[in-house]
């Protein structure tokens, strides 16, 4: 089994800790404990850089909302690096008329993140 960890952090309240496990090249599981969200719906995406020395915005783009593509902590698709994005709003798939549905899921501002790392 692999495992892995995020440390959620901001500076907008939002902290947390987000576990990943996955058997093989089975379905990754993800949980997690996070505080300071208002509440409903938010967007949780993983984003292509393991960077945070200028808190979420150095992130990088979203590569994908949790919810539309399988999370793997192996092989040439793995997630480990990378870091995991909680936004403002709910994401809305690229299913909203907007510009932005496709490419942010409308999800707004970056309120917490933290790069995913192994863990033993």
Known sequence: MVKAVA???SNRGVSGTVFFSQNDNGPTTV?????GLKAGLHGFHVHAFGDTTNGCLSTGTATFSIVDKQISLVGPNSVLGRSI???ADPDDLGRGQTELSLTTGNAGERIGCGVIGLQE
């Open 7 to 9: 440390v959620l952090e």
């Open 85 to 87: 994005v909680v936004h």
């Open 31 to 35: 949980t997690g404990n996070i505080s």
